[in-house]
């Protein structure tokens, strides 16, 4: 499926992708799927704690920069605690850093995915931001 975003067609991503991340975030409590302005976001309250979407072409070019990628990619972005995410495992490939917030990560989707380590990356991120409240709940 595709929509258009800024006279651009944008691919969504994967359903099998898609259809992993949306059981991942079932059970967050208030977790909210939404349309961002590309690809798809899940949020706490307003913050989003994961988003995923297709890079082609160099585009969007925030995504391309980031990642050293032009596409066409998988990348799903996360907020992490900056000490956490320290290893040297998340400072190469198939991890990136964005710039526009110090504390989130970017990972490339590609075959194989390890579906129990990017679970566990999305809970660490809700849990970042989510309110104490909830991020109690989700333990």
């Known amino acids: 499926m595709k929509r258009f975003h800024g006279g651009r067609q944008a691919a969504l991503p994967p359903q099998p992708v898609l259809a992993n991340l949306r059981k991942i975030c079932a059970g967050l409590p208030e977790s909210c799927e939404e349309n961002a302005w590309v690809g798809v976001r899940w949020r706490v309250r307003q913050k989003t704690f994961a988003h995923v979407l297709m890079l082609d072409e160099g585009w969007p070019p925030a995504y391309a920069e980031a990642s050293g ?9 996360f907020r992490t ?13 198939p991890f990136f850093r964005p710039k526009w917030f110090p504390d989130i990560m970017g990972l490339e989707l590609d075959d194989p995915i390890d579906w129990a380590d990017v679970s566990e990356l999305v809970r660490r991120s809700y849990l970042h931001l989510a309110p104490r409240k909830l991020a109690a709940m989700a333990c």
């Open 69 to 77: 990628l032009q596409g066409p990619a998988c990348l799903l972005t």
């Open 81 to 93: 605690v900056e000490k956490a995410f320290q290893p040297e495992r998340f400072n190469a490939p």
